[in-house]
């Protein structure tokens, strides 16, 4: 069977799957309404028809890892399909050679339960991936947060620098207590430019104190935002400043979050002489990356790449040299296409690391590599705490 064939095969029972359950919903409906088409009844037939669907969704998985038709993880998570998943890695030459399942998804209902739909999540790379910038300890992530990052592991997202400015002082250990529960985790400690107005001076004891934490690799995320305008633009400026003194002081990099105050932000990292850090969400241009990439920093780059209308951000990535590149989803915000609107989680990073690889014409694995060892250099420079 040549690619062709099996990509029909593919396409053609997804289809006929499809008709089927259409078909079961109706005769259902017809049971229902009339109330007299007892031999199998609308549950029945329901079930059967998403057996159906389970085969062909199953089928089409098989055959595009087996032949690597290289869709994205993201693309197997139709819903309401996607309850289970298969964890499979490829080995050294790119092949998937067997079969895990398990439940990466929680709680299934019952009726989808008896009639279970393998669902495969083939990671882009071996390689694996790191994200730069998540915020897992949101609220969104409550009921879910195990799951979610299941869900990353399986997508080959392994490392997850998770940052730890949560609400603000008081509670400056959002992140550090993830770092400190899940494998992979690293953590900042930090005053989000909103929350500037709320730091005080046990806050800033507190982020010396925590800053030096191992786990601790970073200060973030930290800086402007003239947008939002949450706290006054002269404490935010103050705030910013005291922090990077605090950074320098442990002698660790930051995460910086500029949003419509470029020029100042760049006034105070001069100022201060900051030289290690990361453009966090980077979405400037070409010139405002040439000069972050002057003062030493590295650019992270989010799912703003895969807008439509993203034109000057892509042109960024493209200049920034291999080594100063990060991929990062700052998760649960900005989700990248195909998943833009939605709440955003560690899983869909391959998307943006496929996203860069097209910009720079490139391949993930690429990509993938030059971010995991960008990251060490940049955050663990000793190398991973506890071996
Ligand atoms: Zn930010
Ligand atoms: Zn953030």
Not at 201 to 230: C, N, S, T, W
Request: glycine share 8%.
């Amino acid at each position: 069977m040549d690619f062709g064939d099996a990509r029909e095969a593919r396409d053609g029972f997804h289809d006929f799957a499809q008709a089927t359950v259409a078909l079961a919903v109706l005769f259902g409906g017809l049971a229902v309404l009339f109330g007299d088409l007892p031999v199998l009844g609308y549950q029945k037939l329901h079930r059967l028809g998403k057996s159906f669907v389970a085969f062909g969704e199953f089928f089409e998985a098989f055959i595009d890892c087996h032949w690597g038709f290289g869709r994205s993880p993201s693309e197997y998570h139709r819903p309401p399909w996607s309850r289970l998943s298969c964890l499979q890695r490829p080995d050294s030459s790119g092949r998937f050679p067997g079969w895990a399942c398990s439940n990466v998804l929680g709680s299934v209902p019952a009726w989808q339960a008896q009639v279970p739909a393998p669902q495969l999540v083939c990671p882009m790379t071996a390689i694996p991936l790191v994200d730069s910038h998540c915020h897992l300890d949101d609220a969104q992530f409550d009921a879910d947060r195990e799951a979610a990052i299941a869900r990353a592991r399986a997508a080959g997202v392994t490392t997850l620098l998770a940052i730890g400015t949560g609400n603000g002082p008081p509670d400056l250990e959002a992140a550090l207590r993830l770092a400190e529960r899940y494998e992979g985790f690293y953590a900042t400690v930090g005053v989000h430019p909103h929350d500037a107005a709320k730091a005080d001076e046990p806050a800033f004891a507190r982020l010396a104190e925590l800053a030096a934490h191992p786990k601790v690799v970073a200060l973030g995320e930290i800086g402007l935002d003239y947008h939002y305008d949450l706290s006054p633009r002269d404490v935010q400026r103050r705030v910013f400043a005291r922090q990077l003194e605090l950074a320098a002081a442990a002698g660790k990099p930051v995460a910086i979050h500029t949003r419509e105050a470029w020029n100042d932000t760049m006034d105070i990292l001069r100022t201060q002489g900051t030289r290690t850090g990361i453009m966090h969400c980077f979405t400037g241009d070409a010139s405002q990356a040439e000069q972050a990439l002057a003062l030493g920093f590295h650019l992270a780059f989010g799912g703003v790449l895969t807008f439509p209308k993203a034109e000057s951000v892509r042109e960024a990535a493209r200049i920034t040299p291999l080594d100063r590149l990060l991929i990062e989803t700052d998760c649960p915000y900005l989700a990248p296409v195909p998943h833009r609107g939605k709440r955003n989680e560690p899983a869909f990073l391959p998307e943006i690391a496929r996203r860069l690889a097209e910009v720079r014409n490139t391949t993930v694995d690429a990509i993938a590599a030059a971010t995991s060892d960008n990251f060490v250099r940049c955050c663990l420079p000793g190398g991973p705490p506890n071996g």
